[in-house]
């Protein structure tokens, strides 16, 4: 197709695009613009009711539009958003969390809270993974060349991981991915994943500490410490590679505080923290309520959170899959749930409901997922009281939100 359109967006959307609307009003997506600008536009692919479209240029541009930072933006499918100042984003994102808890939800009233913005909008990124490209070194995928691309840099990286990244001389036969990631000590970890589970022998000349990561996501050290550590509001913790970490450190805390805040607890409250990780919330919850039974599957995350809350001592630990242990366990008074990006199993949610907690925490890192389970939530008989949203990954659509569901008699 070579018809190209003159457009304005109106609106954004989830995944980095704008919605423009052509004359017959039909939806058509359009990456790297903003709301209230002119643009031609040339149409790639046409559905029965929308359409996806790449900008050629910008005729009316916005005042919110900025120069981006990084020589890969527009190729790279890493950031969406370098081309608006870091206030447009955040008024995107606060736009999104209500248009998808609506539209997807069903929520005709959605409680937001104004975004917590991040402090580091760019050098926040405290992990990055790498695979190899086509031609040799590494990079990233490109979904506009449809191929893992070379890159030099990245500017959303910590300074120090993108320059243990440009360190790099690597030449491993059939290496899959490598995981770089600095921990708040700044030390470093680098975790290969290789077709062969047999480990190779490396060597460094520089101090790093070099990890395998197995099929199961649990990890074996190849040289020096296999875990970093991320300190939480005066507490550190142990993760080992393979284990999930937050994208941006600096939004920990403030995860934390939120979920204090509307976990409201006096100390007398059993409490279930489902997806529990290496522990970070299970720690900090653990300090108000009576009792907190954490749920994890990855072997290394419990391990983890074994050696993070050794001193803690009313915790109960399960390793296992939320859908199979929750029925097991008494109804808590609060159940916290941070699930992965795709949000809650079929069976996890039969779990979750089934247990009919009075009041439920949901922390996610996608929106959209969110939505979908927020409308099963309200169908089980809960009702959405708060939604805070935390940009945790400045310059990408990406964010984190954490809701409060109270049960109705």
Not at 177 to 191: Q, S
């Amino acid at each position: 197709m070579t018809d190209t359109l003159i457009l304005q967006p109106i609106d954004f959307a989830n995944g980095g695009a704008c919605i423009a609307r052509d004359a017959a009003d039909r939806p058509i997506f359009i990456p790297f613009t903003i709301p209230g600008e002119t643009v031609e536009a040339r149409l790639l692919d046409e559905k029965a009711h929308y359409a996806h479209a790449e900008l050629v240029r910008i005729i009316t541009a916005s005042p919110d539009r900025v120069e981006p930072r990084c020589p890969h933006f527009g190729v790279c499918g890493g950031c969406q958003f370098q081309h608006m100042d870091y206030a447009t984003q955040l008024a995107a994102k606060e736009q999104i969390v209500t248009d998808q808890l609506q539209r997807i939800g069903g929520f005709t009233a959605v409680p937001r809270a104004p975004i917590i913005p991040n402090p580091q909008p760019y050098g926040y990124r405290a992990e990055t993974e790498l695979t190899p490209t086509p031609v040799g070194g590494l990079g990233y995928w490109s979904p506009f060349e449809r191929q893992v691309i070379p890159i030099v840099t990245c500017p959303i990286l910590q300074p120090d991981l993108l320059a243990l990244w440009q360190d790099v001389d690597l030449d491993l036969p059939g290496l899959r991915k490598l995981t770089l990631r600095i921990g708040d000590d700044e030390a470093l970890l680098a975790a290969l994943e290789v077709e062969d589970v047999e480990p190779p022998e490396l060597e460094t000349d520089f101090p790093v500490s070099v990890a395998i990561v197995l099929p199961d996501q649990t990890a074996a050290t190849l040289v020096g410490d296999n875990y970093t550590i991320q300190s939480v509001a005066g507490q550190d913790f142990r993760v080992s590679p393979g284990c999930y970490v937050y994208p941006s450190p600096a939004l920990l805390a403030p995860i934390v505080e939120t979920v204090l805040h509307y976990a409201a607890l006096t100390g007398t409250e059993s409490v279930i923290d489902a997806y529990s990780g290496v522990g970070i919330l299970t720690a900090f919850l653990a300090r108000q309520a009576a009792g907190v039974t954490a749920v994890e599957i990855n072997p290394d995350a419990v391990a983890d959170t074994a050696v993070n809350l050794a001193d803690t001592d009313n915790v109960s630990l399960y390793e296992g899959w939320v859908e199979e242990v929750l029925p097991q366990l008494p109804t808590p008074d609060l159940l916290v749930v941070h699930p992965p990006e795709k949000g809650l199993s079929k069976a996890a949610m039969r779990a979750l409901t089934g247990k009919r907690p009075l009041r439920l925490i949901y922390v996610s890192g996608d929106i959209a997922t969110l939505a979908r389970d927020g409308k099963q939530l309200a169908q089980a008989g809960y009702t959405l009281k708060a939604v805070q949203p935390l940009d945790t990954a400045p310059q990408t659509y990406h964010l984190d939100t954490i809701s409060l569901w109270q049960k109705e008699n």
